[in-house]
């Protein structure tokens, strides 16, 4: 799963969206996201004492400005699916996907 960092639902807060998940360090999302040409953060983001009193080493980011579109969030939020499900299959050995043989399973570039 994905865990947000901040404020809560219908809480005030800035246009950005630190965040941490159960299987995939920041570091590697951030690597995948950016393959599939999805650019995030990932990191300390200055912020240490915070990472460690909420029991994390490091965060991804994601930051949004004025010239970001909803087409852009809802591609996040695919390609973020999309990798997550990736590493997903791979804790259950499954490299397939959801254990058929699916043409339009995400395959990283690399």
């Known amino acids: 799963g994905v865990t947000v960092l ?3 639902p219908g809480e005030e807060r800035a246009a950005l969206c630190a965040f941490v998940t159960d299987s ?4 590697d999302l ?11 953060r990932a990191g300390h983001h ?17 930051s949004l400005y004025f010239y970001n579109t909803r ?4 591609r996040f939020v695919e390609v973020l699916e999309d990798t997550l499900r990736f590493f997903g299959s791979l804790e ?17 570039l690399f």
């Not at 995939?24 to 570091?27: A, D, I, R």
């Not at 087409?71 to 809802?74: I, Y």
């Not at 490299?95 to 043409?103: A, L, S």
């Open 6 to 8: 901040g404020p809560g």
């Open 24 to 27: 995939v360090h920041p570091s």
């Open 30 to 40: 951030s690597t995948f996201l950016d393959v599939e040409g999805v650019a995030i």
């Open 46 to 62: 200055c912020c240490q004492p915070l990472h460690r009193a909420l029991g994390h080493s490091h965060s991804a980011r994601a």
């Open 71 to 74: 087409e852009d969030v809802d």
């Open 92 to 108: 259950k050995g499954d490299e397939g996907g959801e254990g058929g043989d699916d043409g339009d399973a995400f395959v990283p």
